[in-house]
Every structure is written in structure tokens, then in C-alpha cells.
């Protein structure tokens, strides 16, 4: 079964709108961490946004929100306010706790274009 | 703050050469990952380590390659002899404690 999943392949969104990425996530560690990371076509992975399993607020990281609904093991990135910058790949990614160490699980990303 | 720093940027090779691909983390940071990624099977963890010591291999693709971490300024992933399949972007990431990982630039891997 998929551990991360990201329903959305590919989204076009206008300028200047808010975008929503969804995320859904399975584990049975309670301990367990949230990222997004952008990927642009440059290449890089670029580290945006954090929630702990325990964090009472939904993170926030300037024009980026964590939509954390933990019942719904839900936990989608919004992007306020787009800007063509914003065009890129989105990964979400979870931190479990494997034995005594811990594993980054991946999802298989979203494709997000910004029209003008 | 230098980020991740790995060497070479861009490797083109000959199937059947060995090629080496270098890593630097983040001073500070006790984890250190290889990543591979391609466009038919995404992001795949290779392998990771933590206090140098490597904790999940399960992701190297075959004996081929192998990866070493022999202090906590470096490590590199050999692959040896090198095949066409093998040709994608290898990132290097480094975590503080396990929680978010900065990537390195990566190296393009091509074999031809």
C-alpha cells in the first residue's frame, strides 16, 4: 500500500490564485514528520515546509501553509497568492521512525504550472 | 552557510567504466542520503547513513554499486562497472537528527 500519496499528477492554476496540493499519508508511528520540497526545472530540491505529528498549529513558512488534518492523515500545501516563480514539481515526503532510526518516504510529486 | 556540495556536476561515461560521484554534507548533520531520480521511477532512496555508519541499503539497485562514508565530511557512491540504465540525476541530501534534508545540486549521470 502507498505510504504517501499525491493524487494530482499535473495542475494548471492562474497567477496570483491560491493552489492547494494534496498529500495523504499511512503510518502507524506516532511520531512522524511532514515536508514539502519544490523542485523546479533547474533541478534542485528545495526544502519548504515542515509539521511534527504533535504540532498543535498548522506550519506556516511565508506565502506557504500546511493544511494539516491529522484524522484525515491528510496534510496539503497551500500556496497563497501564485506567482509564475511557483512552477515546479512538489514533493511531499514523510519521516517515520524505522527501529531506531528514521526513513523519508516519497511521493510521487506534482506537476504545477502557473499561466499568466 | 556552504550547502550540500557534490562533485561532479555532470559525468558523461562509457557503459562498462566505474564512476565514483562525491558528497559533502552540511557540517553538523549526523544523516546523509543518495538519492536517485529518474522520469519513469521519480525519487528513489538509494541508501543512508547516520554517524557514518550506513543503516538501510535496501535501495541499492545491485552489486554494482556501493556507497562509503568514511568520515562525516564525506561520502561517495561507486558504481562499478557502469550500465546505460544506470544514467539519472544522483542527489546527495544531509538531515540534522533525521528531520528535513537539504539536497546537494546533484550530478547527471550519463552512460552511454
Known amino acids: 500500500a502507498q505510504k504517501i500519496t499525491q493524487t494530482q499528477p499535473g495542475m494548471f492554476v492562474q497567477e496570483k490564485e491560491a493552489v492547494t496540493l494534496d498529500c495523504t499519508y499511512d503510518?502507524?508511528?506516532?511520531?512522524?514528520?511532514l515536508f514539502w520540497y519544490k523542485q523546479p526545472s533547474s533541478g534542485e530540491m528545495i526544502f519548504l515546509i515542515y509539521q511534527g505529528s504533535y504540532d498543535q498549529q498548522n506550519a506556516t513558512e511565508g506565502r506557504y501553509s500546511l493544511n494539516f488534518q491529522k484524522a484525515r492523515k491528510s496534510a496539503n500545501l497551500v500556496i497563497s497568492a501564485s506567482q509564475l516563480g511557483d512552477s515546479a514539481m512538489y514533493f511531499c515526503?514523510?519521516?517515520?521512525?524505522?527501529?531506531?532510526?528514521?526513513?523519508?518516504?516519497w511521493g510521487a510529486g506534482t506537476k504545477l504550472i502557473i499561466k499568466p | 552557510d556552504a550547502g550540500v556540495i557534490q562533485s561532479p556536476r555532470h559525468e558523461v561515461t562509457e557503459m562498462g567504466q566505474e564512476v565514483t560521484l562525491r558528497c559533502k554534507p552540511i557540517s553538523g548533520h549526523d544523516y546523509l542520503f543518495w538519492y536517485r531520480q529518474t522520469m519513469m521511477r521519480g525519487l528513489e532512496l538509494l541508501i543512508y547513513?547516520?554517524?557514518?555508519?550506513?543503516?538501510?541499503d535496501s535501495g541499492m539497485p545491485e552489486d554494482r554499486f556501493s556507497a562509503k562514508m568514511p568520515n562525516a565530511s564525506f561520502s561517495t557512491l561507486k558504481i562499478q562497472p557502469s550500465e546505460p540504465r544506470d544514467s539519472a540525476v544522483y542527489f546527495c541530501?544531509?538531515?540534522?537528527?533525521?528531520?528535513?534534508?537539504?539536497f546537494g545540486p546533484g550530478t547527471r549521470l550519463t552512460v552511454l
Open positions: 503510518t502507524s508511528d506516532p511520531s512522524y514528520g
Open positions: 515526503a514523510m519521516r517515520e521512525r524505522r527501529d531506531s532510526n528514521y526513513q523519508l518516504i
Open positions: 541530501a544531509s538531515s540534522p537528527g533525521g528531520r528535513e534534508q537539504f
Open positions: 547513513f547516520n554517524n557514518n555508519v550506513p543503516i538501510d
